[in-house]
Nanobody
């Protein structure tokens, strides 16, 4: 069983920064591909960023240059550093872990960007 728990969400002003964290339970963490997704009210869930087991990162165009995904295999953590945030970044952010076609999700953390 793989459990993912996100933290770090909250209210931030436009232009501000926030760092999301996700702890992943279970074994063989270093072999999982990890990702962050987000879902705004009334919209579909969108990919934000992914990072492979080899730490190769990929980003959605709407966050390139602003967000950074990273992982700490020793701590079984994945992070999303969000800078220069915009109101349209408001959403529930979900952590995802994938391996051998199996996908696991966290319950999400709410991020609100507003003045």
């Amino acid at each position: 069983q793989v459990l993912l728990v996100e933290s770090g969400g909250g209210l931030v002003q436009p232009g501000g920064s926030l760092r999301l964290s996700c702890v992943v339970s279970g074994t063989a963490f270093s072999t999982y591909a990890l990702g962050w997704y987000r879902q705004a009210p009334g919209k579909q869930r969108d990919l934000v960023a992914t990072i492979t087991s080899g730490s190769s990162a990929r980003y959605a165009d709407f966050v390139k240059g602003r967000f950074t995904i990273s992982r700490d295999n020793a701590q079984k953590m994945v992070y999303l550093q969000m800078n220069n945030m915009k109101p349209e970044d408001t959403a529930v952010y979900y952590c995802q872990a994938t391996k051998y076609g199996l996908t696991f999700w966290g319950k999400g953390t709410l991020v609100t960007v507003s003045s």
